[in-house]
């Protein structure tokens, strides 16, 4: 008895069609896509990046000369716009996804669906976070080691440079410089101690000075011996 495989649809073109095959051809078929498609292409994304750069400059002159200030959901839309359809350009033609198995095109689409999903939530996270507790609603801020800020209310302050640089001249400012390095000298202390004996009743100490700054006075021993609980 033989187990022979049942043979492919034939295509237009007398070729069998193999539907296991990513690209949708057989193994002895390739696309070769046009070079004036390729040259057309290539001159549509240089025209693409350079709109993008003309718009970022078109906005600076229009906010230096008519004080025009455009909103910055605008700026979004218009740059998200213009990436999309270079990314849909080099996706179609330098990656012949347009030549390929449409079930390719369905798997990444999936993918992408998949992507904004974890961002949407995330935003949603970040977006509502003061709504269940209102001390977080300084969080959201720019990013990086300036312009952050943290806390609400009459206790939010901005990071102006490193956040150790901060707490650094924050308390220097508070306390003085000589409360400064003592209190430094007791955390120093403390910390070399803990890391000398440790024992399952004395927790770790937090190492560096920001934390252990953040109090108005050095932290004390525990209830028995210096650092315990």
């Not at 347009?98 to 961002?119: E, P, Q, R, S, T």
């Not at 209310?153 to 640089?165: A, H």
């Amino acid at each position: 008895m033989s187990y022979g495989h049942a043979p492919h649809a034939e295509r237009s073109d007398g070729l069998a069609f193999d539907p296991t095959d990513p690209h949708g051809a057989t193994h002895h078929e390739h696309v070769i896509i046009p070079k004036r498609t390729l040259m057309n292409v290539l001159l549509a994304l240089l025209f693409f990046t350079v709109l993008t750069v003309g718009l970022s400059r078109a906005e600076v002159w229009a906010a230096d000369y008519f004080k025009v200030e455009i909103p910055q959901w605008v700026n979004v839309a218009v740059a998200m716009s213009i990436a999309t359809i270079k990314g849909l350009l080099v996706l179609l033609f330098f990656m012949q996804l347009k030549y390929d198995n449409k079930l390719n095109a369905i798997i990444f689409a999936n993918c992408l669906f998949a992507v904004g999903l974890f961002l949407f939530f995330s935003m949603i996270d970040l977006g509502s976070r003061g709504v269940v507790y209102d001390w977080k609603k300084g969080e959201i801020a720019l990013g990086g080691t300036g312009g952050v800020t943290r806390g609400s209310g009459d206790s939010k302050e901005t990071v102006t440079g490193g956040v150790v640089k901060f707490a650094k001249e924050k308390y220097l400012a508070e306390w003085g410089p000589e409360k400064f390095e003592r209190i430094k000298a007791s955390v120093k202390h403390k910390h070399d101690h803990h890391a000398d004996a440790s024992t399952p009743n004395a927790s770790r100490s937090v190492k560096g000075y920001t934390g252990a700054l953040s109090t108005s006075a050095p932290a004390t021993g525990g209830h028995d011996k210096p650092g315990g609980h």
